[in-house]
């Protein structure tokens, strides 16, 4: 009995005013790679960079990743192309399917140092920038699996199994595990890890984008192993599951390694990125942080002007001081004078008493003499 399951849509192309055919598949790679941007281009700035250098280097990236991914996948199922009663042209409809996230990964780095090295900016401080909107994109792109009813799992009586109603290319209907949702769930637990531990532990050097790396093969391990579509085996495991596992350590060990080498983040990701309000094409900077700088402008002006107030009411303060001192010594001196002037003044005064009295004196002797000289006459 059947009680629930995710349905299939009936076809994965559809017709745009019965002329424009928009394909499942690529439109939901075109979104991934939109999120991807603008995701990465927040992430940039909040690390200094100018805006519009993550969507510059993705020019170069996004289409080296998506032959790289093609490429991937045509040769490791070369079968699908190239055996007999195959038409080998099919081999470049990419909108039919069919992509190699490490061939993408790989041809995108490439890329990516090409654009890298036109704007003057580190592929590794990019790609920490850009890495949980890659996972994202991935969590996005899966998502045209279902379309196209591919790379789904074993068959399972869940709840939420994917119903496969197509015949193409010997699929079989029935209820299987929905790989693709299961992988697209992994990678938005992905980017929201790296996301966390970006901030926590400020990831720099690459190591986020490692950290990504890492995140999703181990994902991509269990997941592989449940699919049941057609791929090459080595010692009883598909391909892509030994890919993720030498991948996975690859990526452990740059992690080790870079943190040793080079501990922290990166101070400055895009030289010269604060030196002026426009980036090398114009683009305008982010306004807020023009605003900043204006308000910070302001601040300085009035730090000035504040700085310039106090120095001129010490100035004054010490005029005035100057001239109350100056006033003290003024009358300092005048009262040191009147107190000489005065001191002088009872000097000449004391002397001429004292003459006064001198003479008094010798006017009383000489008196007192004349009469005693007339008594001794009478006598």
Same mark, same amino acid.
């Given at each position: 009995?059947?009680?629930?399951?995710?349905?299939?849509?009936?076809? /994965? =192309?559809?017709? +745009?005013?019965?002329?424009?055919?928009?394909?499942?598949?690529?439109?939901?790679?075109?979104?991934?790679?939109?999120?991807?941007?603008?995701? #990465?281009?927040?992430?940039?700035? *909040?690390?200094?960079?100018?805006?519009?250098?993550?969507?510059?280097?993705? =020019?170069?990236? =996004?289409?080296?990743?998506?032959?790289? $991914? @093609?490429?991937?996948?045509?040769?490791?199922?070369?079968? +699908?192309?190239? &055996?007999? /009663?195959?038409?080998? =042209?099919?081999?470049?409809?990419?909108?039919? #399917?069919?992509? $190699?996230?490490? $061939?993408?990964?790989?041809?995108?780095?490439?890329? !990516?140092?090409?654009?890298?090295?036109?704007? #003057?900016?580190?592929?590794?401080?990019?790609?920490?920038?850009?890495?949980?909107?890659?996972?994202?994109?991935?969590?996005?792109?899966?998502?045209?699996?279902?379309?196209?009813?591919?790379?789904?799992?074993?068959?399972?009586?869940?709840?939420?199994?994917?119903?496969?109603? %197509?015949?193409?290319?010997?699929?079989?209907?029935?209820?299987?595990?929905?790989?693709?949702?299961?992988?697209?769930?992994?990678?938005? #637990?992905?980017?929201?890890?790296?996301?966390?531990?970006?901030?926590?532990?400020?990831?720099?050097?690459?190591?986020?984008?490692?950290?990504?790396? *890492?995140?999703?093969?181990?994902?991509?391990?269990?997941?592989? !192993?449940? @699919?049941?579509?057609?791929?090459?085996?080595?010692? $009883?495991?598909?391909?892509?599951?030994?890919?993720?596992?030498?991948?996975?350590?690859?990526?452990?060990?740059?992690?080790?390694? &870079?943190?040793?080498?080079?501990?922290?983040?990166?101070?400055?990701?895009?030289?010269?990125?604060?030196?002026?309000?426009?980036?090398?094409?114009?683009?305008?900077?982010?306004?807020?942080?023009? %605003?900043?700088?204006?308000?910070s402008e302001t601040k300085d002006s009035e730090d000035k002007k504040s700085d310039a107030e106090k120095s001129e009411a010490k100035t004054s303060e010490a005029k005035t001081s100057g001239a109350k001192t100056s006033e003290a010594k003024t009358s300092e001196a005048a009262k040191s004078e009147d107190e000489k002037e005065t001191a002088a003044a009872d000097s000449e005064s004391g002397s001429g008493s004292a003459e006064s009295?001198?003479?008094?004196?010798?006017?009383?002797?000489?008196?007192?003499?004349?009469?005693?000289? &007339?008594?001794?006459?009478?006598?």
């Amino acid at each position: 009995m059947e009680i629930a399951y995710i349905p299939s849509p009936s076809r /994965g =192309v559809y017709e +745009l005013f019965g002329v424009i055919p928009l394909r499942g598949y690529a439109f939901c790679i075109i979104i991934g790679v939109f999120v991807a941007v603008w995701l #990465g281009n927040k992430r940039w700035i *909040a690390r200094g960079g100018r805006p519009g250098t993550v969507a510059d280097v993705a =020019v170069w990236a =996004v289409p080296f990743g998506l032959v790289g $991914g @093609r490429l991937y996948h045509v040769i490791t199922d070369y079968q +699908l192309y190239f &055996s007999e /009663g195959q038409d080998w =042209v099919d081999a470049f409809k990419i909108w039919e #399917g069919g992509l $190699g996230i490490w $061939g993408a990964i790989a041809f995108g780095a490439v890329g !990516a140092w090409i654009g890298c090295r036109s704007r #003057g900016v580190p592929l590794p401080a990019w790609a920490d920038a850009l890495a949980p909107g890659i996972a994202l994109a991935q969590a996005i792109g899966r998502w045209g699996n279902w379309f196209n009813q591919e790379l789904y799992g074993r068959e399972t009586d869940l709840p939420w199994a994917l119903h496969i109603t %197509s015949t193409t290319d010997g699929r079989v209907p029935g209820y299987y595990h929905p790989t693709f949702l299961y992988e697209s769930l992994w990678c938005i #637990g992905v980017a929201v890890l790296v996301i966390w531990a970006d901030r926590r532990f400020k990831l720099g050097h690459g190591r986020a984008f490692a950290l990504y790396v *890492a995140a999703y093969c181990a994902g991509r391990f269990w997941i592989e !192993a449940m @699919r049941v579509d057609e791929a090459h085996h080595f010692l $009883g495991m598909r391909l892509n599951e030994w890919t993720s596992i030498v991948v996975f350590l690859l990526a452990v060990l740059y992690i080790v390694l &870079s943190a040793r080498r080079r501990p922290g983040r990166e101070e400055v990701v895009e030289p010269g990125a604060s030196d002026g309000d426009t980036d090398d094409d114009g683009a305008a900077v982010k306004l807020d942080k023009k %605003s900043e700088d204006e308000d910070s402008e302001t601040k300085d002006s009035e730090d000035k002007k504040s700085d310039a107030e106090k120095s001129e009411a010490k100035t004054s303060e010490a005029k005035t001081s100057g001239a109350k001192t100056s006033e003290a010594k003024t009358s300092e001196a005048a009262k040191s004078e009147d107190e000489k002037e005065t001191a002088a003044a009872d000097s000449e005064s004391g002397s001429g008493s004292a003459e006064s009295e001198t003479a008094d004196s010798s006017s009383s002797v000489e008196a007192k003499d004349e009469e005693a000289e &007339s008594a001794a006459k009478k006598a």
